[in-house]
């Protein structure tokens, strides 16, 4: 395996680099006012076309975690954990027909905004700066650091700081354009993730057919995948019982069966494409069938995900397992040893496609956290006369701010990222705030009841039984009660799967946040418009919709 990159690769890495800054600076060049205003540079003001929306948040969601974490977890568990890419296709559908519509009858344009008009300021103070710590010190920050280390690994392991600084500014260079420049480079960034991650995925199959004696065909590879590992390929995870080993254990602690399916896969989800700025903002400023058709569209690219993030670490399994891979002694690590054998020129359209997925989440996220700083809080409490003008430059220095706070904190890993592992971390620190936030946006958004009182402790209650669940319950409740298992985790301890955690979590909020609105005095936001004529679906939604679940059916019947 070599790490050593030939000329062919650096010059199609260049090609990719000067192709997407050209046309982003065209972009912005073309689409540039004398005076821009806040909406123009945060929400491209309805510029975006369906297209366009759809890869960008493709673009901004698909980065190092996926291409790293999932195909290590396809390594480690198999097929089953493309249910976080298949359930956020459904749940983007919900998205679109349910969600979008709300926001744009209430001109919503940030996440506090929407909990200001519905709730009350106090509510939508607190979640901007929660989401700026989370969005700077734990997404931003994992994402560069993860991003740097999976292509400084590919570069032989000498490159970190470089790596990480030429991310950051060519994020920068991206971000500074606003979200027109954003969402139209991510065009081309989604097409390279996809034409690289693919190539890769071919390349990973041929190396498994070869080795079983039966010629470059990727067909016949993933046929030989199937048969050599056919515990990789069941969507759903038996319930553990008194002969299962430790390891199948450790695979049900990430992926528990059916039961995730009732409980936090669809919290993850519904919570991390429709409550979340950093994604929801692609769709703000557009009208609401653009909107749908764009979310509808990145549905469907979420199905084909799993082939490009997930199927290259089954390969690495089976390799790995046949002896073709010695030195790989970490599911992490399992796409950066398929990297390896790629020939030249394709080992560079890879770590483009990788480079791609980087950039555009870092230039999304960057966004997100200028957008909430400067409406939510500049604007708001420090300067509330400030021009458009004043806004856009307030909204660019934070950018750079965001970016230069991150390079700090990952120069020598202070947050420990490496060592609790990227993909862990970020669902360590986002995975036990996301039941509060969705039980609050989801009753504040289908039941005008629920007040502000109501939110606040939704928040408070939904983080603690989280953390009580994941740390403390087995010990004090014990190992099994009538509503949940935990299983020993080999360490000498007993954990509940964390997705089960989330729906236990979720479920006590809710009611918690019921009774305290019950309590309360009747409220009926008089700025928050709700009403069933915003969820009528024209024909084009119906037939994306019908389209996508039944692709979904099929897979989720052919894999069961």
Same mark, same amino acid.
């Given at each position: 395996?070599?790490?050593?990159?030939?000329?062919?690769?650096?010059?199609? +890495?260049?090609?990719?680099?000067?192709?997407?800054?050209?046309?982003?600076?065209? %972009?912005?060049?073309?689409?540039?006012?004398?005076? =821009?205003?806040?909406?123009?540079? #945060?929400?491209?003001?309805?510029?975006?076309?369906?297209?366009?929306?759809?890869?960008?948040?493709?673009?901004?969601?698909?980065?190092?975690?996926?291409? !790293?974490?999932?195909?290590?977890?396809?390594?480690?568990?198999?097929?089953?954990?493309?249910?976080?890419?298949?359930?956020?296709? !459904?749940?983007?559908? !919900?998205?679109?027909?349910?969600?979008?519509?709300?926001?744009? $009858?209430? @001109?919503?344009?940030?996440?506090?905004? #929407?909990?200001?008009?519905?709730?009350?300021?106090?509510?939508?103070?607190i979640m901007a700066v929660f989401w700026?710590?989370?969005?700077?010190?734990? &997404?931003?920050?994992? !994402?560069?650091?993860?991003?740097?280390?999976?292509?400084?690994?590919?570069?032989?392991?000498?490159?970190?700081? %470089?790596?990480?600084?030429?991310?950051?500014?060519?994020?920068?260079? /991206?971000?500074?354009?606003?979200?027109?420049?954003? *969402?139209?480079?991510?065009?081309?960034?989604?097409?390279?993730?996809?034409?690289?991650?693919?190539?890769?995925?071919?390349?990973?199959?041929?190396?498994?057919?070869?080795?079983?004696?039966?010629?470059?065909?990727?067909?016949?590879?993933?046929?030989?995948?199937?048969?050599?590992?056919?515990?990789?390929?069941?969507?759903?995870?038996? @319930?553990?019982?008194?002969?299962?080993?430790?390891?199948?254990?450790?695979?049900?602690?990430?992926?528990?069966?059916?039961?995730?399916?009732?409980?936090?896969?669809?919290?993850? &989800?519904?919570?991390?494409?429709?409550?979340?700025?950093?994604?929801?903002?692609?769709?703000?400023?557009?009208?609401?069938?653009?909107?749908?058709?764009?979310?509808?569209?990145? *549905?469907?690219?979420?199905?084909?995900?799993?082939?490009?993030?997930?199927? =290259?670490?089954?390969?690495?399994?089976?390799?790995?397992?046949?002896?073709?891979?010695?030195?790989?002694?970490? $599911?992490?690590?399992?796409?950066?040893?398929?990297?390896? #054998?790629?020939?030249?020129?394709? @080992?560079?359209?890879?770590?483009?496609?990788?480079?791609?997925?980087?950039?555009?989440?870092?230039?999304?996220?960057?966004?997100?956290?200028?957008?909430?700083?400067?409406?939510?809080?500049?604007?708001?409490?420090?300067?509330?006369?400030?021009?458009?003008?004043?806004?856009?430059?307030?909204?660019?220095?934070?950018?750079?701010?965001?970016?230069?706070?991150?390079?700090?904190f990952t120069w020598n890993d202070l947050l420990g990222i490496?060592?609790? *592992?990227?993909?862990?971390?970020?669902?360590?620190?986002?995975?036990?705030?996301?039941?509060?936030?969705?039980?609050?946006?989801?009753?504040?958004?289908?039941?005008?009841?629920?007040?502000?009182?109501?939110?606040?402790?939704?928040?408070?209650?939904?983080?603690?039984?989280?953390?009580?669940?994941?740390? +403390?319950?087995?010990?004090?409740?014990?190992?099994?009660?009538?509503?949940?298992?935990?299983?020993? &985790?080999?360490?000498?301890?007993?954990?509940?799967?964390?997705? /089960?955690?989330?729906?236990?979590?979720?479920? +006590?909020?809710?009611?918690?946040?019921?009774?305290?609105?019950?309590?309360?005095?009747?409220?009926?936001?008089?700025?928050?418009?709700?009403?069933?004529?915003?969820?009528?679906?024209?024909?084009?939604?119906?037939?994306?919709?019908?389209?996508?679940?039944?692709?979904?059916?099929?897979?989720?019947?052919?894999?069961?």
């Open positions: 395996m070599k790490n050593v990159l030939s000329f062919s690769d650096v010059l199609v +890495f260049i090609i990719y680099f000067v192709v997407v800054a050209s046309y982003g600076f065209w %972009v912005y060049r073309r689409k540039k006012k004398e005076n =821009p205003d806040a909406k123009d540079f #945060f929400l491209a003001e309805g510029s975006l076309t369906w297209w366009a929306i759809g890869a960008s948040l493709i673009a901004s969601n698909i980065s190092a975690e996926q291409f !790293i974490g999932m195909s290590g977890d396809g390594f480690f568990v198999g097929i089953a954990v493309a249910a976080y890419e298949w359930i956020a296709a !459904i749940a983007l559908i !919900i998205i679109a027909v349910w969600f979008i519509p709300i926001y744009l $009858k209430n @001109k919503i344009y940030t996440m506090p905004q #929407f909990l200001k008009q519905r709730y009350n300021e106090t509510v939508a103070l700026l710590f989370l969005y700077v010190f734990v &997404n931003l920050t994992s !994402i560069l650091y993860l991003g740097a280390l999976a292509i400084n690994g590919l570069l032989g392991g000498e490159y970190l700081h %470089v790596v990480m600084i030429a991310l950051s500014v060519f994020a920068i260079i /991206i971000t500074l354009g606003g979200m027109k420049v954003i *969402g139209y480079t991510d065009v081309i960034q989604v097409s390279v993730l996809i034409i690289g991650g693919l190539a890769t995925t071919y390349m990973a199959l041929t190396l498994v057919s070869e080795h079983f004696g039966l010629g470059r065909n990727a067909i016949a590879g993933f046929n030989a995948l199937m048969k050599d590992a056919p515990d990789h390929f069941h969507m759903i995870l038996a @319930k553990p019982d008194a002969s299962s080993s430790q390891e199948y254990i450790n695979k049900y602690l990430v992926l528990p069966g059916i039961l995730m399916y009732a409980a936090g896969q669809w919290i993850v &989800n519904l919570n991390y494409w429709g409550c979340n700025q950093y994604i929801t903002q692609r769709a703000l400023g557009a009208n609401l069938q653009t909107a749908r058709n764009g979310i509808m569209f990145a *549905g469907l690219l979420k199905i084909m995900m799993p082939i490009i993030v997930m199927l =290259p670490g089954i390969a690495a399994y089976v390799l790995h397992k046949n002896g073709q891979l010695p030195g790989l002694d970490n $599911k992490d690590g399992a796409y950066a040893a398929i990297l390896g #054998f790629l020939p030249s020129g394709l @080992k560079g359209l890879s770590i483009a496609a990788l480079t791609a997925a980087i950039v555009a989440s870092l230039a999304g996220k960057a966004n997100s956290i200028s957008t909430i700083f400067t409406l939510d809080i500049y604007q708001k409490y420090m300067n509330k006369e400030a021009s458009q003008q004043k806004l856009v430059w307030v909204g660019r220095w934070v950018v750079i701010a965001a970016m230069l706070l991150a390079i700090a490496g060592g609790a *592992g990227g993909f862990t971390f970020i669902q360590k620190y986002t995975g036990y705030i996301s039941p509060g936030v969705f039980a609050m946006f989801l009753l504040g958004m289908f039941w005008k009841r629920t007040t502000g009182t109501a939110a606040v402790a939704g928040i408070i209650t939904g983080f603690t039984l989280c953390v009580f669940f994941n740390q +403390f319950a087995p010990q004090v409740l014990g190992h099994e009660t009538f509503f949940y298992t935990a299983y020993p &985790n080999g360490t000498g301890g007993y954990e509940i799967p964390f997705l /089960i955690c989330m729906g236990l979590a979720f479920m +006590f909020t809710m009611i918690v946040m019921v009774l305290i609105s019950l309590a309360g005095p009747k409220v009926n936001p008089r700025a928050f418009v709700l009403d069933k004529g915003m969820f009528k679906i024209s024909p084009v939604t119906t037939v994306l919709i019908v389209v996508t679940l039944l692709l979904l059916s099929a897979l989720y019947i052919r894999f069961w």
